[in-house]
T-cell receptor
Framework: DAGVIQSPRHEVTEMGQEVTLRCKPI?????LFWYRQTMMRGLELLIY????????DSGMPEDRFSAKMPNASFSTLKIQPSEPRDSAVYFC???????????FGPGTRLTVT | SQQGEEDPQALSIQEGENATMNCSYK?????LQWYRQNSGRGLVHLIL?????REKHSGRLRVTLDTSKKSSSLLITASRAADTASYFC?????????????FGGGTRVLVKP
């Protein structure tokens, strides 16, 4: 199994631009999670899906952030417009069942200048 | 403090020594998990201990759980330079919806050769 796949691995963009991060979970996993990690705030859960349905998006910082999961094998996290304070590493993780171990992707390092 | 707080925040030891880190939480859990994160990488699941278990081993890792004190410890025996990483505890809360885990702030471990 290839594990959780994220793209791009690095993204550098200018303030105001739209950014789209992509994730392919492990086949057969029914839960998908988006996290953001910074030195100041640590690892924050942004949103998670069960069976492609968003369950809890309370961690999404503001309306500039949106996430979709159109099918079981693909999810996107979009930031529009991006701001310098959005600079962070964004991780996608997937899980097979309730409360069991999560498998993390390699992350996308986003830099907004 | 947040659910899943690790202590200490940082730890520096010599190769061959044991490393112990602790995690405290506030509300009832179904299970508690430990993850490792190497610099620039995603988190990797190490071990899961259920609320009805008190101790669990995996190779050089030993995890204990004391639900009366709402705390867990992770012991790495005979540490190696490759154990240098950040270690996070994550709790599956009884009242949490879906498969959501709550991560702590992590303990940074440096193993000096």
């Amino acid at each position: 199994d290839a594990g959780v796949i994220q793209s791009p691995r690095h993204e550098v963009t200018e303030m105001g631009q739209e950014v789209t991060l992509r994730c392919k979970p492990i086949s057969g996993h029914n839960s998908l999670f988006w996290y953001r990690q910074t030195m100041m705030r640590g690892l924050e859960l942004l949103i998670y899906f069960n069976n492609n349905v968003p369950i809890d998006d309370s961690g999404m910082p503001e309306d500039r952030f949106s996430a979709k999961m159109p099918n079981a094998s693909f999810s996107t996290l979009k930031i529009q417009p991006s701001e310098p304070r959005d600079s962070a590493v964004y991780f996608c993780a997937s899980s097979f069942s309730r409360g069991l171990e999560q498998y993390f992707g390699p992350g996308t390092r986003l830099t907004v200048t | 403090s947040q659910q899943g707080e690790e202590d200490p925040q940082a730890l520096s030891i010599q190769e061959g020594e044991n490393a112990t880190m602790n995690c405290s939480y506030k509300t009832s859990i179904n299970n508690l998990q430990w993850y490792r994160q190497n610099s620039g990488r995603g988190l990797v699941h190490l071990i899961l201990i259920r609320s009805n278990e008190r101790e669990k081993h995996s190779g050089r890792l030993r995890v204990t759980l004391d639900t009366s004190k709402k705390s867990s410890s992770l012991l790495i025996t005979a540490s190696r330079a490759a154990d240098t990483a950040s270690y996070f505890c994550a709790t599956d809360l009884v009242k949490a919806a879906g498969n959501k885990l709550t991560f702590g702030g992590g303990t940074r471990v440096l193993v000096k050769p």
